[in-house]
């Protein structure tokens, strides 16, 4: 029985022959790829087209519409009344007035001062010897009296006119007398005072 070539039995091989060629440098591509470190590369671009793919495929499921909520039965606020607190705070009892009954002190009366004893004229110069001889030709006369302080030791510590006798140069005459004068101090208590008193001195014109 004898075989006869057929045309398209010739060209079936030669796409196969073809496929089987591409399919082999494909394998020889991507084993040179991964020896050359483009693998990597390679496998990146192949997982990002395949997820693309992927991606497009997969249809976007709805989700179904949410449940309609339930209505609930609120019961109303409810309102509570805080009962009144009373709080009893002691009353502080009122201050007490403590009335002092003032102490009436009596002073003490102090004794009464021991009495003074006066002073004494022990010497007392002659009135002549001090008559101003003005006077004496002007035939004046008259009785002054000279208010004098005698001291501790008796003598006179000061001494004027306190009523004149109507002559200023018997007046004058008078103060300097006076001054001339010795006394026994006065005394109180057994000691010896300072004490002022009057003291008289008279002119008088002689024959």
Known sequence: MSTYYRPHDAEFFSKR????????AFHGLIVWAFVTGLATGAKNLIVTILKTNIIQTEKVQELPPPPPQAKLNVPPPVTVVAPDVIINIPTAPPPVTVVKTPVVVKPIAAPPPAPI?????????????????QSRRNNEEGRALVHICVDE????????????SGHALLDDAAVRLAKQARFKPATQAGKPVQQCTALPVKFVLTM
């Open 153 to 164: 030791r008796g003598r006179v510590a000061s001494a004027e006119v306190g009523t004149s």
């Open 17 to 24: 022959l073809i496929i089987f060629v591409a399919i082999v």
């Open 117 to 133: 004893i006066p002073v004494k004229n022990v010497y007392m110069p002659d009135t002549s010897d001090y008559y101003p001889a």
